[in-house]
T-cell receptor, first 114, second 113 residues
Framework: GEDVEQSLFLSVREGDSSVINCTYT??????LYWYKQEPGAGLQLLTYIFSNMDMKQDQRLTVLLNKKDKHLSLRIADTQTGDSAIYFC??????????????FGKGTKLSVKP | EPEVTQTPSHQVTQMGQEVILRCVPI?????FYWYRQILGQKVEFLVS????????KSEIFDDQFSVERPDGSNFTLKIRSTKLEDSAMYFC???????????FGQGTRLTVV
Protein backbone atom coordinates (compact mmCIF):
# COMPACT_ATOMS: atom_id res chain seq x y z
CA GLY A 1 0.00 0.00 0.00
CA GLU A 2 0.93 3.64 -0.05
CA ASP A 3 3.43 4.85 2.50
CA VAL A 4 5.19 8.08 3.30
CA GLU A 5 8.37 8.03 5.37
CA GLN A 6 10.20 10.84 7.12
CA SER A 7 13.00 11.04 9.63
CA LEU A 8 11.56 11.86 13.03
CA PHE A 9 13.90 14.57 14.30
CA LEU A 10 16.06 17.39 12.97
CA SER A 11 18.00 19.91 15.01
CA VAL A 12 19.58 23.04 13.52
CA ARG A 13 21.02 26.35 14.72
CA GLU A 14 19.20 29.59 14.14
CA GLY A 15 20.25 31.12 10.83
CA ASP A 16 21.26 27.80 9.27
CA SER A 17 19.29 26.07 6.53
CA SER A 18 17.08 23.11 7.42
CA VAL A 19 16.41 20.28 5.01
CA ILE A 20 13.58 17.90 5.80
CA ASN A 21 13.37 14.80 3.67
CA CYS A 22 10.49 12.55 2.72
CA THR A 23 10.13 9.42 0.61
CA TYR A 24 6.91 8.01 -0.76
CA THR A 25 6.02 4.77 -2.45
CA UNK A 26 3.12 5.42 -4.79
CA UNK A 27 4.08 6.69 -8.23
CA UNK A 28 0.48 7.80 -8.85
CA UNK A 29 0.95 10.79 -6.58
CA UNK A 30 -0.50 13.95 -8.02
CA UNK A 31 0.27 16.58 -5.39
CA LEU A 32 2.83 16.48 -2.62
CA TYR A 33 2.43 18.74 0.37
CA TRP A 34 4.24 20.08 3.36
CA TYR A 35 2.21 20.87 6.44
CA LYS A 36 3.44 22.50 9.65
CA GLN A 37 2.04 21.69 13.07
CA GLU A 38 3.00 23.86 16.02
CA PRO A 39 2.48 22.50 19.56
CA GLY A 40 -1.22 22.17 20.33
CA ALA A 41 -2.23 23.59 16.98
CA GLY A 42 -3.72 22.30 13.77
CA LEU A 43 -2.13 21.56 10.42
CA GLN A 44 -1.01 24.57 8.47
CA LEU A 45 -0.45 24.11 4.75
CA LEU A 46 3.01 25.48 4.00
CA THR A 47 3.46 24.66 0.36
CA TYR A 48 2.74 21.99 -2.21
CA ILE A 49 4.13 20.82 -5.52
CA PHE A 50 2.44 19.17 -8.45
CA SER A 51 4.05 15.90 -9.40
CA ASN A 52 5.18 17.10 -12.83
CA MET A 53 7.34 19.82 -11.27
CA ASP A 54 10.91 19.48 -10.01
CA MET A 55 11.17 22.50 -7.81
CA LYS A 56 9.06 25.18 -6.23
CA GLN A 57 10.31 28.20 -4.32
CA ASP A 58 8.20 30.29 -1.99
CA GLN A 59 10.14 32.90 0.00
CA ARG A 60 12.34 30.98 2.48
CA LEU A 61 10.91 27.62 1.42
CA THR A 62 12.23 25.48 -1.43
CA VAL A 63 10.61 22.19 -2.34
CA LEU A 64 12.55 19.72 -4.45
CA LEU A 65 10.94 16.67 -6.02
CA ASN A 66 12.85 13.75 -7.46
CA LYS A 67 10.08 11.70 -9.02
CA LYS A 68 12.41 8.93 -10.16
CA ASP A 69 13.59 8.29 -6.59
CA LYS A 70 10.20 9.26 -5.07
CA HIS A 71 11.98 11.73 -2.84
CA LEU A 72 10.66 15.07 -1.67
CA SER A 73 12.52 17.64 0.38
CA LEU A 74 11.70 20.91 2.09
CA ARG A 75 14.48 23.42 2.58
CA ILE A 76 13.97 26.30 4.99
CA ALA A 77 16.53 29.05 4.52
CA ASP A 78 17.67 31.17 7.48
CA THR A 79 15.81 28.99 9.98
CA GLN A 80 14.29 30.89 12.89
CA THR A 81 13.20 29.73 16.35
CA GLY A 82 9.62 30.29 15.20
CA ASP A 83 10.13 27.53 12.64
CA SER A 84 10.33 24.96 15.45
CA ALA A 85 7.41 22.61 14.80
CA ILE A 86 6.53 19.23 13.34
CA TYR A 87 6.61 19.13 9.55
CA PHE A 88 4.43 16.61 7.76
CA CYS A 89 4.96 15.42 4.25
CA UNK A 90 1.76 14.24 2.53
CA UNK A 91 0.75 12.98 -0.86
CA UNK A 92 -2.54 12.82 -2.68
CA UNK A 93 -3.07 10.04 -5.14
CA UNK A 94 -5.21 9.96 -8.25
CA UNK A 95 -7.15 6.72 -8.17
CA UNK A 96 -8.36 7.28 -11.69
CA UNK A 97 -10.89 9.96 -10.88
CA UNK A 98 -11.89 9.02 -7.36
CA UNK A 99 -11.41 11.41 -4.51
CA UNK A 100 -7.75 11.46 -3.55
CA UNK A 101 -7.27 11.52 0.18
CA UNK A 102 -4.01 12.58 1.78
CA UNK A 103 -1.45 10.05 2.99
CA PHE A 104 0.72 11.57 5.71
CA GLY A 105 4.14 10.77 7.00
CA LYS A 106 4.77 10.57 10.75
CA GLY A 107 6.22 14.06 10.79
CA THR A 108 9.69 15.47 11.40
CA LYS A 109 10.16 17.45 14.58
CA LEU A 110 12.37 20.44 13.80
CA SER A 111 14.15 22.00 16.77
CA VAL A 112 15.88 25.31 16.21
CA LYS A 113 18.54 26.24 18.73
CA PRO A 114 19.42 29.91 19.27
CA GLU B 1 -8.09 35.02 5.18
CA PRO B 2 -10.76 32.30 4.99
CA GLU B 3 -10.21 29.39 7.33
CA VAL B 4 -11.75 26.12 8.44
CA THR B 5 -13.12 26.38 11.96
CA GLN B 6 -13.84 23.52 14.32
CA THR B 7 -15.78 23.35 17.56
CA PRO B 8 -15.27 22.48 20.29
CA SER B 9 -11.50 22.67 20.63
CA HIS B 10 -11.58 20.01 23.33
CA GLN B 11 -14.29 17.49 24.15
CA VAL B 12 -14.25 15.04 27.03
CA THR B 13 -16.82 12.27 26.93
CA GLN B 14 -17.59 9.04 28.73
CA MET B 15 -17.13 5.75 26.97
CA GLY B 16 -20.32 4.71 25.21
CA GLN B 17 -21.60 8.24 24.75
CA GLU B 18 -22.31 9.85 21.40
CA VAL B 19 -20.27 12.84 20.30
CA ILE B 20 -20.70 15.26 17.45
CA LEU B 21 -17.71 17.20 16.20
CA ARG B 22 -18.49 20.29 14.20
CA CYS B 23 -16.71 22.00 11.37
CA VAL B 24 -17.37 25.03 9.20
CA PRO B 25 -15.43 24.59 5.96
CA ILE B 26 -14.27 27.45 3.76
CA UNK B 27 -17.37 28.81 2.07
CA UNK B 28 -16.62 28.18 -1.61
CA UNK B 29 -15.11 24.74 -1.04
CA UNK B 30 -16.91 21.67 -2.31
CA UNK B 31 -14.90 18.78 -0.84
CA PHE B 32 -14.82 18.04 2.86
CA TYR B 33 -12.76 15.64 4.89
CA TRP B 34 -12.21 14.28 8.36
CA TYR B 35 -8.83 13.06 9.56
CA ARG B 36 -7.66 11.96 12.96
CA GLN B 37 -4.33 11.89 14.75
CA ILE B 38 -3.91 9.59 17.71
CA LEU B 39 -1.25 10.98 20.04
CA GLY B 40 2.21 10.27 18.67
CA GLN B 41 0.92 8.63 15.51
CA LYS B 42 0.33 9.59 11.88
CA VAL B 43 -2.51 11.74 10.69
CA GLU B 44 -4.99 9.24 9.23
CA PHE B 45 -7.70 9.77 6.66
CA LEU B 46 -11.23 8.93 7.80
CA VAL B 47 -13.69 10.10 5.17
CA SER B 48 -14.25 12.46 2.29
CA UNK B 49 -17.57 14.03 1.32
CA UNK B 50 -18.74 15.64 -1.87
CA UNK B 51 -22.12 16.54 -3.31
CA UNK B 52 -23.86 15.49 -0.10
CA UNK B 53 -22.51 12.01 -0.02
CA UNK B 54 -19.48 10.07 1.14
CA UNK B 55 -17.03 9.71 -1.74
CA UNK B 56 -14.36 7.71 0.03
CA LYS B 57 -13.79 6.26 3.47
CA SER B 58 -11.04 4.37 5.23
CA GLU B 59 -11.20 1.15 7.22
CA ILE B 60 -11.29 3.23 10.40
CA PHE B 61 -14.61 4.77 9.38
CA ASP B 62 -16.88 1.93 10.50
CA ASP B 63 -20.58 1.89 11.39
CA GLN B 64 -19.93 3.89 14.55
CA PHE B 65 -19.02 6.92 12.46
CA SER B 66 -21.23 9.09 10.32
CA VAL B 67 -20.92 12.46 8.62
CA GLU B 68 -23.52 15.00 7.71
CA ARG B 69 -23.84 18.39 6.15
CA PRO B 70 -27.06 19.48 7.83
CA ASP B 71 -27.11 22.96 6.32
CA GLY B 72 -25.10 25.03 3.88
CA SER B 73 -22.23 25.71 6.23
CA ASN B 74 -21.67 22.98 8.81
CA PHE B 75 -20.02 19.60 8.32
CA THR B 76 -20.26 17.21 11.26
CA LEU B 77 -18.67 13.96 12.36
CA LYS B 78 -20.70 11.80 14.72
CA ILE B 79 -19.34 8.92 16.75
CA ARG B 80 -22.30 6.91 18.05
CA SER B 81 -20.80 5.01 20.95
CA THR B 82 -17.33 6.22 21.79
CA LYS B 83 -14.54 3.88 22.77
CA LEU B 84 -11.33 4.66 24.62
CA GLU B 85 -9.37 4.19 21.40
CA ASP B 86 -11.37 6.98 19.72
CA SER B 87 -9.37 9.45 21.80
CA ALA B 88 -7.49 11.53 19.25
CA MET B 89 -7.25 14.91 17.60
CA TYR B 90 -9.85 15.12 14.86
CA PHE B 91 -9.16 17.44 11.96
CA CYS B 92 -11.66 18.72 9.47
CA UNK B 93 -10.42 19.89 6.08
CA UNK B 94 -11.90 21.31 2.92
CA UNK B 95 -10.73 21.89 -0.61
CA UNK B 96 -12.02 23.84 -3.55
CA UNK B 97 -11.68 21.04 -6.05
CA UNK B 98 -10.61 17.44 -6.24
CA UNK B 99 -6.91 16.80 -5.74
CA UNK B 100 -6.07 20.40 -4.86
CA UNK B 101 -4.74 21.68 -1.57
CA UNK B 102 -6.80 20.87 1.48
CA UNK B 103 -7.02 23.45 4.27
CA PHE B 104 -7.25 22.07 7.77
CA GLY B 105 -8.98 23.32 10.86
CA GLN B 106 -7.30 23.64 14.22
CA GLY B 107 -8.68 20.30 15.34
CA THR B 108 -10.89 18.99 18.13
CA ARG B 109 -9.15 17.02 20.81
CA LEU B 110 -11.48 14.21 21.83
CA THR B 111 -10.77 12.48 25.11
CA VAL B 112 -12.82 9.39 25.95
CA VAL B 113 -12.73 8.40 29.62
Amino acid sequence: GEDVEQSLFLSVREGDSSVINCTYTDSSSTYLYWYKQEPGAGLQLLTYIFSNMDMKQDQRLTVLLNKKDKHLSLRIADTQTGDSAIYFCAESIDYGGSQGNLIFGKGTKLSVKP
Amino acid sequence: EPEVTQTPSHQVTQMGQEVILRCVPISNHLYFYWYRQILGQKVEFLVSFYNNEISEKSEIFDDQFSVERPDGSNFTLKIRSTKLEDSAMYFCASSEAQLTEAFFGQGTRLTVV
